[in-house]
Structures are given as structure tokens and as C-alpha cells.
């Protein structure tokens, strides 16, 4: 990883690349542990201070392409590392910087699929 990102960034690309990472961690364990993990029965609900001091650090008001400008140098890296926010049905250019924890939970925590396919879940589910 470390090699093929600096023949495109440049050698301080990896450096980057992990501040990039550390940066959608922080967007993976504010999201889990303050959003994810919470019930918003109200709009009220949402005015939490437990979850107001983490509010911008989730970067829900600046697009995932624009939070990988700030890290990538190439339209290539920046592609690749904002694609995932389009499993969501939304493009890279609106979808919130918080969306580069599904980035970061495929690198650093792996995918997962069912064997056989996930349409054997459903299967396990009807029996």
C-alpha cells in the first residue's frame, strides 16, 4: 500500500495517507460511540452535549471530497478514497466528510461476506 501510494502522492503521500486514516477513525469511534450506538426519539435529542463536543470533528457540513483534499494530491487517490460514500447513494461531492469511516472500517477492520453469498443469509432467515 505504502509503495503504490507514494508512486502516486509523492513520497510524503504516505504520511498523508495516514492522517487520512486517523482522521476517518476518529469519524468511525465519535459515529459509533456518540450517533450509532444513541436513539434520536427528537430533534432535541440530538442537542446532547455528550454529542454537540463531537459534532464537528464528525465534519458533517464539509464533503468527503473535499476533507480528501486536504490529504490527496491526485483526483486518482481522492476517487478512490471517497468512492465508498456511493453505497449510500450519494455522491462524493455532497456526502459528508463523516462518510470516510466506511473507508476506514474496509482498511482497517477488513469486508466480511457470507459464504455462499449474502443472498444465504436470506436463505438462513426464511428456514
Not at 15 to 31: C, D, G, K, T
Not at 72 to 93: D, H, Q
Not at 96 to 125: C, M, N
Amino acid at each position: 500500500m505504502k509503495k503504490t501510494i507514494e508512486r502516486w502522492e509523492g513520497k510524503d503521500g504516505f504520511n498523508r495517507y495516514l492522517a487520512w486514516m486517523q482522521e476517518a477513525h476518529i469519524h468511525y469511534e465519535a459515529s459509533v460511540e456518540h450517533v450509532l450506538r444513541k436513539n434520536f426519539t427528537s430533534l432535541l435529542s440530538m442537542a446532547r452535549p455528550s454529542f454537540l463536543r463531537y459534532l464537528l470533528q464528525l465534519h458533517p457540513f464539509e464533503s468527503i471530497w473535499n476533507r480528501a483534499n486536504r490529504y490527496f494530491y491526485t483526483e486518482r487517490l481522492r476517487r478512490a478514497f471517497t468512492f465508498g460514500s456511493m453505497y449510500m447513494g450519494m455522491s462524493p461531492f455532497e456526502a459528508p466528510g463523516t462518510y470516510s469511516l466506511l473507508q476506514y472500517t474496509e482498511l482497517a477492520e477488513g469486508i466480511w461476506y457470507p459464504k455462499g453469498g449474502f443472498h444465504r443469509v436470506l436463505d438462513a432467515l426464511v428456514k
